[in-house]
């Protein structure tokens, strides 16, 4: 599903310039759970970005279904973030003015879906991340877990190919982090594609394949039979 | 993403920040605000001067005479101008010539018993009423028959009234002397529509018969023309000049008061005015303006995050910049239309004081509001396109 081919990121600080990214080739398949783990200034996040349409490789090929996205123009990655990826972050980024429910129905609007439908879908969402009771409460309302779950729901939403989360327990105790790693374990039995940025090895362990980059490349893929070829 | 959408995004996050806003929009209502209170007032007040300049327009005209230069201070120079009876009945006889409105005047005492009070005495006939329209406020005024008759019989402004007797009712059937002459009291008369300016001036009323008996001539010294129409005012005005300018052995020459340059006139210094204080009004919408723009750069920094994590969701740079167009047109939008209703207000306030007509129209109206949804989009689209162009990931990190 995800062929990343050749993949540079360089960054021109000046006469400087920067290798994040150096010749990454990676291979990820549907229904897959990857954890991406790293020292920090290794390139995951960088890596993430570049999965998640956020950012583009100074060179190389990223195929995402089979279509090269790396050369779409940006209304284009727009469209492809709203339609196939669906994000949660560390630090949650939910709207503080927003209920649950309009946090949850964002993409949906960004994706031209009729207000009924929207609504609808919402309360779906959150029914299925268990906050079937809390959709009209405003994010100050909700716990640090609580509020984790509602960036889950708006992530599942638009029923993305692929779910990116970027150090998801990161900001959570540890009773919260683990029913996040729950939640995401049950998504993966349900058939969900799932790559996840981490540091800490307990939560990496969630995940089926762990893949290991430092100064740019791709050191180590645990738990997959694909060998990175040279 | 429907534009509804994005309007009622935009309303959120507006309302979200009621105070802020309601203070940004601050500077738009003031602005719009004094442009239509001066507008209107500037209107208001060009429709008054008109109508007291133009005598109500019913198509008269004054006619007066012009020393030559050398006299123009020189006050014997106006003593030799008299309309004559003859000169009066030839006008009168023109076919663009509707009536002749003649009177003569002067300034003497009217004594009651032992009481005198100084006033200005008019010779009239009916048609002087056509210049000003008179009530009586007890007894009547002066017909035709009074002055066909050769009556002597006189009204008094109720200026002249209170310093001769104790009451209005106590006036009439009383008789006064003038220059000598015993005249009846038989009415009070007032004037109507006076205008802003004007002052009362105490004054009688007398049939135009009797001023032989006062002053031993019946010239008229003042001359009003009513045209057949407004097209005749020109022609009437010309045939008139020239017959008295042709009769005339004075060195001056008898010109007449053109209305409709007049009316040019005051109609060019109020809009000139207009555009002047206008144009100040319009400084303070330019800086209103200036404010939203402010406010809205201030409000792009702010949510940096939340334009990061939109755009991680699938807004595109186009959703991003409407989003923040939206919100400042709607701003500047909705303080357009308060300060319209608040410069309705204030003009409403002034008409009604001053006494003068209420003109807030509506082409006035729209380009307030076009002109405030103007300003929106253009002092928008500097944060808006900023916001546009925020890179998600920056965004995203942005503390």
């Known amino acids: 599903m995800i062929h990343l081919k050749n993949l540079d990121k360089q960054y021109k600080n000046g006469d400087q310039t920067l290798r994040v990214l150096n010749d990454i080739h990676l291979k990820i398949e549907e229904n897959e ?6 020292p920090s200034g290794s390139g995951k996040s960088t890596l993430m970005n570049m999965i998640g349409c956020l950012d583009q490789p100074t060179s190389g090929e990223y195929l995402l279904h089979g279509t090269d996205v790396a050369s779409q123009p940006e209304k284009e990655l727009a469209k492809v973030r709203n339609a196939q990826i669906g994000f949660v972050f560390q630090q949650f980024h939910l709207l503080p003015k927003l209920s649950a429910m309009m946090n949850v129905e964002l993409p949906l609007i960004y994706g031209g879906v009729k207000k009924k439908e929207r609504r609808e879908r919402a309360r779906l969402a959150l029914e299925k991340v268990g906050l079937e009771d809390r959709v009209n409460h405003l994010p100050n309302q909700l716990s640090g877990g609580q509020k984790q779950r509602v960036a889950i729901a708006r992530a599942l939403i638009n029923e993305p190919s692929l779910i990116l989360a970027d150090e998801p327990t990161g900001a959570l105790d540890s009773k919260s982090g683990t029913q996040i790693m729950e939640l995401f374990t049950q998504l993966h039995h349900e058939g969900a594609t799932l790559i996840m940025v981490t540091h800490e090895q307990e939560v990496a362990d969630y995940a089926k394949r762990i893949v290991t980059v430092r100064d740019g ?7 997959h039979e694909y060998v990175v070829p040279r | 993403m429907s534009f509804l959408d994005s309007v009622k995004m935009a309303l959120r996050s507006l309302w979200s920040h009621r105070l802020r806003s309601m203070l940004t929009m601050l500077g738009i209502i003031i602005g719009v605000g004094s442009v239509i209170t001066v507008v209107a007032i ?15 327009g019913n198509n008269t005209f004054e006619v007066y005479y012009m020393p030559p230069d050398e006299e123009l201070m020189d006050y014997d120079a106006y003593d030799d101008v008299a309309y004559t009876t003859e000169d009066l009945r030839a006008i009168q006889e023109m076919p663009s010539v509707n009536q002749v409105i003649a009177y003569a005047y002067n300034s003497t005492n009217v004594v009651y018993h032992q009481e005198a009070a100084g006033a200005q005495i008019l010779a009239i006939n009916e048609n002087y009423y056509d210049l000003n329209e008179f009530t009586a406020s007890s007894g009547r005024l002066l017909d035709n028959r009074d002055v066909d008759n050769g009556r002597r019989v006189v ?25 000598g002459v015993p005249f009846e009291v038989i009415g009070v008369h007032e004037r109507e529509n006076q205008s802003f300016f004007a002052f009362q001036v105490d004054e009688l009323l007398l049939p135009q018969s009797s001023w032989p008996m006062l002053y031993g001539t019946d010239n008229m010294d003042m001359l009003n023309v009513q045209a057949n129409s407004a097209d005749d005012i020109q022609i009437a ?3 008139v000049t020239n017959y008295l300018n042709d009769q005339s052995t004075l060195s001056g020459e008898y010109q ?4 409709e340059e007049i009316e040019q006139g005051i109609s060019q210094v109020t809009n000139v005015t207009t555009m002047i204080i206008g144009g100040v009004a319009g400084i303070s919408l330019l800086v209103g303006g200036i404010g939203v723009m402010n406010i809205m750069l ?7 995050r939340e334009i990061g994590l939109r755009k991680s969701l699938g807004a595109t740079r186009g959703n991003i910049l409407l989003q923040f167009l939206i919100e400042s047109v709607t701003l500047t939008t909705i303080g357009g239309l308060i300060g319209i209703m608040l410069g309705a207000g204030v003009a409403n306030t002034v008409s009604l004081i001053a006494g003068w007509p209420f003109l807030v129209s509506i082409p006035v109206v729209l380009l307030g509001v076009g002109f405030s949804m103007f300003v929106g989009i253009v002092f928008g689209l500097l944060p808006a396109n900023k916001a546009a162009k925020l890179d998600p990931i920056e965004a995203l990190r942005h503390e």
């Open chain 1, 33 to 38: 759970f990857v954890a991406i783990m790293g």
């Open chain 1, 217 to 223: 490349e791709i050191i180590k893929d645990r738990g």
């Open chain 2, 42 to 56: 500037g209107k208001g007040g060009e429709a008054v001067l008109t109508s007291q300049f133009a005598g109500g």
């Open chain 2, 155 to 179: 009204t008094l402004s109720t200026g002249v009234v209170e310093e001769l007797f104790a009451a209005n009712d106590e006036a009439v059937g009383q008789i006064v002397n003038i220059e």
């Open chain 2, 237 to 239: 005005s010309h045939a």
């Open chain 2, 256 to 259: 007449v008061l053109n209305m």
């Open chain 2, 298 to 304: 201030v409000s792009v920094t702010e949510r940096t």
